[in-house]
């Protein structure tokens, strides 16, 4: 199947920073990536989907301006975490879906973030 | 209103023995999509099955079956033979639409343990 890579895997932070994860498509074109977040114990929920070459579309309760995305190719959308406080702390799962690859999405292995 | 129910938060079962997990769905869509995900300790999200609404058969994969009831807005997983590594988080998915650029919404999953 078809690999999404994320990075980090894990990050730990101080209150108060900016952090950026990346996704990326490894051998096939996303014009489509989504931004999940998971916290303990809990379901995938949706933060936003990632359009190459556009703007994202952010879920209710999303701030956008809290978490940019930016889809700047076929292959790579990255999420910062601006001014990231400890219950931003989460996993955080990207999911790639597009270019020929059948019905499933692929999803990145994940990154957990630790604010502090 | 809750779109993908999963009713077991958790189950148990026998090492070898068969073991069902339960999904029910909610849409208006003619056209959808079923998936199932294992994810394990590790956070990454493993794909399992696949079902579309226009398909006549239920799907299968290895060990792991897909019990769809069309009408009943069921479509439940089975695993045969069930394995120590099953152990893990369990989540049904569904996609509205067949444009792979669409998102999922994520069940609240079921926790399966198996036991040796």
């Known amino acids: 199947g078809a690999v999404v890579s994320q990075h980090p895997s894990r990050v730990i932070c101080k209150s108060g920073t900016s952090v950026k994860i990346e996704c990326r498509s490894l051998d096939f074109q996303a014009t489509t990536m989504f931004w999940y977040r998971q916290f303990p114990k809990q379901s995938l929920m949706l933060m936003a989907t990632s359009n190459e070459g556009s703007k994202a579309t952010y879920e209710q309760g999303v701030e956008k301006d809290k978490f940019l995305i930016n889809h700047a190719s076929l292959t790579l959308s990255t999420l910062t975490v601006t001014s990231a406080h400890p219950e931003d702390s989460s996993f955080y799962i990207c999911?790639?879906?597009?270019?020929?690859?059948?019905?499933?999405?692929?999803f990145g292995p994940g990154t957990r973030l630790l604010v502090l | 209103a809750q779109k993908i129910t999963q009713t077991q938060p958790g189950m148990f079962v026998q090492e070898k023995e068969a073991v069902t997990l339960d999904c029910t769905y909610d849409t208006s869509d003619p056209s959808y999509g079923l998936f199932w995900y294992k994810q394990p300790s590790s956070g990454e999200m493993i794909f399992l099955i696949y079902?579309?609404?226009?398909?006549?058969q239920n799907a299968t994969e290895g060990r792991y079956s897909l019990n769809f009831q069309k009408a009943r807005k069921s479509a439940n997983l089975v695993i045969s033979a069930s394995q120590l590594g099953d152990s893990a988080m369990y989540f049904c998915a569904m996609r509205e639409g067949h444009n792979y650029g669409q998102n999922f919404v994520f069940g609240p999953g079921t926790r399966l343990s198996v036991l040796p």
């Open positions: 079902q579309g609404s226009y398909d006549q």
């Open positions: 999911s790639a879906g597009g270019g020929g690859h059948g019905k499933t999405q692929y």
